[in-house]
């Protein structure tokens, strides 16, 4: 079967770093996409692994371990604009999405 | 840029109507997907497709159907109405090698 795991919901000081993590379990994996969505819109791309290791794109890094089933995204130095819901989406011969994780970012 | 746009941002219909979701993409890609989002559930795969007329079940493809008749475009119909299908339903293309690109989402309200 297909799971995708990951918090349901997290809270963060502006300033801060938070670690959101995500396991999976599915019957193929060609790579792992990490996608943030605010409120009544459409997610948008955030960061794509494929092999294991850390991917850094700004503020934003995106960590894979394909041995463990297990991804996390690290998000530093944390804005207001950062609250959101961020999801894991796990790619094999279609895109299956965890449920996402909503941040809750306090000033 | 990627450009996909979802026909309608509201949509409200009547229990037993038929209902036409419609999803256009300008980047030449092969495959597109509609999901459905709910509240603690996440996004979920209805339909997926990876060339015209070609179409594969999703997650949960009971009470809708897809059609793709050209390459930039990729339908939901729904056969007939029912208010468990009120969702935002999210439309997405990719290629090989790249993310996939949303629609704006389309929030259907069946009464």
């Known amino acids: 079967g297909q799971n995708i795991d990951q918090p349901t919901e997290m809270t963060a000081t502006e300033g801060a770093i938070v670690q959101i993590n995500c396991t999976y379990q599915?019957?193929?994996?060609?790579?792992l996409f990490w996608y943030q969505q605010h409120a009544g819109e459409a997610p948008t791309f955030l960061s794509y692994?494929?092999?294991?290791g850390l991917e850094e794109k700004g503020r934003f890094s995106s960590f894979l371990s394909r041995s463990k089933g297990y991804s996390y995204l690290l998000l530093k130095e944390l804005q207001m604009k950062d609250s959101a819901s961020y999801l894991c989406a796990v790619r094999d011969d279609k895109i299956i999405f965890g449920k996402g994780t909503r941040l809750h970012i306090l000033p | 840029d990627v450009k996909v746009t979802q026909s309608s941002r509201y949509l409200v219909k009547r229990t037993g109507e038929k209902v036409f979701l419609e999803c256009v993409q300008d980047?030449?890609?092969?495959?597109m997907f509609w999901y459905r989002q709910d509240p603690g559930l996440g996004l979920r795969l209805i339909y997926f497709?990876?060339?015209?007329?070609?179409?594969e079940k999703g997650d949960i493809p009971e009470g809708y159907s897809v059609s793709r008749e050209k390459k930039e475009r990729f339908s939901l119909i729904l056969e007939s109405a029912s208010t468990n299908q009120t969702s935002m339903y999210l439309c997405?293309?990719?290629?090989?090698?790249?993310?996939?690109?949303f629609g704006q989402g389309t929030r259907l309200t069946v009464v």
């Open positions: 997405a293309s990719r290629t090989t090698g790249t993310e996939a690109f």
């Open positions: 980047m030449d890609h092969e495959n």
């Open positions: 599915t019957s193929g994996f060609n790579g």
């Open positions: 692994n494929v092999l294991d």
């Open positions: 497709s990876y060339d015209v007329k070609m179409k």
